[in-house]
């Protein structure tokens, strides 16, 4: 079983930044990539950006939305991952949740095995 914890949201006002963070923990040798997703108040969840290392070297991906101003990464030795969040814009708020898996992480957010209970970004205009 593995326990995901995330952590860094809040209140920022728009044109700043914010850095999440994701602690894995338990059996972490079963998770091979890690991604985020958002929430925003009456919206489905959606993708926001994933990292996968399983197979290859890190290889990550975004939603256009966040191309070129977020940046996920990790810390291999701490099974961490991050979210570094530039030029957050009021729509940017929602719950962020980090997910994690064996090998992959669906756009979709569908059959992902591991998620974390999320933490709020606000973005005050």
Same mark, same amino acid.
């Given at each position: 079983?593995?326990?995901?914890?995330?952590?860094?949201?809040?209140?920022?006002?728009?044109?700043?930044?914010?850095?999440?963070?994701?602690?894995?923990?338990?059996?972490?040798?079963?998770?091979?990539?890690?991604?985020?997703?958002?929430?925003?108040?009456?919206?489905?969840?959606?993708?926001?950006?994933? +990292?996968?290392?399983?197979?290859?070297? *890190? /290889?990550?991906? %975004?939603?256009? &939305?966040?191309?070129?101003?977020?940046?996920? @990464?990790?810390?291999?030795?701490?099974?961490?991952?991050?979210?570094? +969040?530039?030029?957050?814009?009021?729509? *940017? /708020?929602?719950? %962020?949740?980090? &997910?994690?898996?064996?090998?992959?992480?669906? @756009?979709?957010?569908?059959?992902?095995?591991?998620?974390?209970?999320?933490?709020?970004?606000?973005?005050?205009?």
């Amino acid at each position: 079983q593995v326990q995901l914890v995330e952590s860094g949201g809040g209140l920022v006002q728009a044109g700043g930044s914010l850095r999440l963070s994701c602690a894995a923990s338990g059996r972490t040798s079963s998770i091979g990539a890690m991604g985020w997703f958002r929430q925003a108040p009456g919206k489905e969840r959606e993708f926001v950006a994933r +990292m996968s290392w399983r197979w290859r070297n *890190d /290889t990550t991906f %975004y939603t256009d &939305a966040v191309k070129g101003r977020f940046s996920i @990464s990790r810390d291999s030795a701490k099974t961490t991952v991050y979210l570094q +969040m530039n030029s957050l814009k009021p729509d *940017d /708020t929602a719950v %962020y949740y980090c &997910a994690a898996d064996f090998a992959q992480i669906a @756009s979709t957010g569908s059959g992902i095995n591991y998620w974390g209970k999320g933490t709020l970004v606000t973005v005050s205009s």
